[in-house]
């Protein structure tokens, strides 16, 4: 018999985070999240990102127990952060930046808080 593929892909949730001039929607795929993000006005970190390197993929985002925790374990092994201190981002999770310069010139974030 054939087999069919059946797309798992949900929208999770929307929302704007005005301190950070963004309106995103997450949406499920399988077993990760893709984050699509805009930018509520030109002079946003998000929209000087985009009027610099044009539209695509912004950061990678990893899932961790505890954002401080993980912080502290990046800056022992050498990398640069953006963040000391972890602060609340999408969806009301809390959230850090990693410098891209850390992590082969990808800007990644760690995450906790769970899903949505």
């Known amino acids: 018999s054939r087999r069919e593929h059946r797309r798992e892909e949900a929208l999770e949730h929307r929302d704007a985070v005005p301190d950070q001039g963004v309106e995103a929607a997450s949406v499920l ?13 030109d002079d ?40 000391e201190r972890p602060h609340r981002g999408l969806f009301g999770l809390e959230v850090a930046f990693v410098h891209p310069d850390a992590v082969h010139g990808v800007l990644t974030e760690v995450v906790s808080g769970g899903r949505g």
């Not at 795929?29 to 006005?41: C, D, F, H, I």
């Open 44 to 83: 946003t970190p998000v929209g000087r990102f985009l009027a610099k390197r044009g539209p695509g993929m912004h950061h990678v985002a990893y899932e961790v127990d505890d954002v401080l925790a993980a912080l502290r374990e990046l800056e022992a092994e050498g990398a640069q952060l953006i963040d």
């Open 29 to 41: 795929v399988g077993s990760g999240r893709v984050e699509l993000v805009t930018p509520t006005a």
